[in-house]
């Protein structure tokens, strides 16, 4: 079974993940995340890695705090998207940025020919892969003895719970199985202590975990009149940490470190 390529959709995905609502949530969340882990690094110019970033988001807003990024994406449709907006913030801020795009399947990746960074991100990538556990297990290899692993994935029992209460039962008792996918629904997404298991045997542990829109995708159609987004941020940061919210993310981010041994 072959991993899913966004060239096709890719400007689609692009928009559709960060150029919408949802994407806010799922970006204030993230760079809150990622920030506090920063901040484990004592202000330090990081070698980081972003797997699978497709156009790179997180890519360039790390570099321009002054952080060197290699991008990996196996569509080079969306590393043409992370070109030409690189190219433009550039352009437009005599200013240029320490980011490497490298087209290749996150498979590719390997601790001989690309080293090893001090934080690697992969968001939104394993409930594409037909092996999620192995490619991540992979993957960590090239986390740093002192590195993290920044790792965002699509929550099947959210996505359950969402089917329940919009009541898609059918869809429920199928374990979502389709004659006709929905071209962004993940193919393989994960639970959440399936994942928990998989950090425990790579010998890594939990730094940090957050859901992603716990909030956001169970509003009620219709807001009352002095609904404000702003809040909608609010409440989501403050609720994305505790439980039993967490286990509610679409999406669940867990950033992980090696695990120390005694």
Same mark, same amino acid.
């Given at each position: 079974?072959?991993?899913?390529?966004?060239?096709?959709?890719?400007?689609?995905?692009?928009?559709?993940?960060?150029?919408?609502?949802?994407?806010?949530?799922?970006?204030?969340?993230?760079?809150?995340?990622?920030?506090?882990?920063?901040?484990?690094?004592?202000?330090?110019?990081?070698?980081?890695?972003?797997?699978?970033?497709?156009?790179?988001?997180?890519? %360039?807003?790390?570099?321009?705090?002054? =952080?060197? *990024?290699?991008?990996?994406?196996?569509? $080079? +449709?969306?590393?043409?998207? &992370?070109?030409?907006?690189?190219?433009?913030?550039?352009?437009?801020?005599?200013?240029?940025?320490?980011?490497?795009?490298?087209?290749?399947?996150?498979?590719?990746?390997?601790?001989?020919?690309?080293? %090893?960074?001090?934080?690697?991100?992969? =968001?939104? *990538?394993?409930?594409?892969?037909?092996? $999620? +556990?192995?490619?991540?297990? &992979?993957?960590?290899?090239?986390?740093?003895?002192?590195?993290?692993?920044?790792?965002?994935?699509?929550?099947?029992?959210?996505?359950?719970?969402?089917?329940?209460?919009?009541?898609?039962?059918?869809?429920?008792?199928?374990?979502?199985?389709?004659?006709?996918?929905?071209?962004?629904?993940?193919?393989?997404?994960?639970?959440?202590?399936?994942?928990?298991?998989?950090?425990?045997?790579?010998?890594?542990?939990?730094?940090?975990?957050?859901?992603?829109?716990?909030?956001?995708?169970?509003?009620?159609?219709?807001?009352?009149?002095?609904?404000?987004?702003?809040?909608?941020?609010?409440?989501?940061?403050?609720?994305?940490?505790?439980?039993?919210?967490?286990?509610?993310?679409?999406?669940?981010?867990?950033?992980?470190?090696?695990?120390?041994?005694?």
């Amino acid at each position: 079974m072959q991993d899913k390529n966004f060239d096709q959709l890719a400007n689609k995905f692009a928009k559709n993940i960060y150029g919408t609502p949802k994407g806010e949530v799922r970006s204030a969340v993230l760079w809150r995340d990622l920030s506090q882990a920063l901040s484990y690094f004592d202000d330090q110019k990081l070698h980081i890695l972003d797997a699978g970033g497709g156009f790179g988001f997180f890519t %360039q807003k790390l570099a321009k705090l002054g =952080h060197k *990024v290699t991008l990996c994406d196996i569509s $080079a +449709e969306m590393l043409a998207i &992370a070109k030409s907006q690189i190219n433009d913030y550039e352009t437009e801020n005599q200013h240029q940025l320490e980011i490497e795009l490298l087209h290749a399947p996150i498979q590719a990746l390997n601790v001989e020919q690309h080293g %090893q960074f001090d934080l690697v991100m992969c =968001h939104a *990538v394993a409930e594409w892969l037909s092996d $999620a +556990e192995n490619t991540l297990s &992979a993957l960590t290899k090239l986390v740093k003895p002192t590195g993290l692993f920044s790792l965002m994935f699509y929550n099947k029992e959210a996505m359950r719970f969402h089917s329940l209460i919009s009541g898609n039962f059918d869809y429920v008792a199928a374990d979502f199985r389709v004659k006709k996918k929905v071209g962004l629904t993940p193919t393989h997404p994960l639970y959440i202590h399936d994942v928990k298991n998989w950090v425990s045997n790579w010998k890594m542990e939990l730094v940090s975990e957050s859901g992603v829109r716990v909030i956001h995708d169970y509003l009620k159609i219709n807001q009352p009149p002095n609904f404000d987004f702003n809040q909608l941020i609010e409440m989501e940061l403050k609720y994305s940490q505790l439980p039993p919210y967490i286990a509610f993310g679409r999406y669940v981010h867990f950033m992980t470190k090696w695990r120390s041994e005694i």
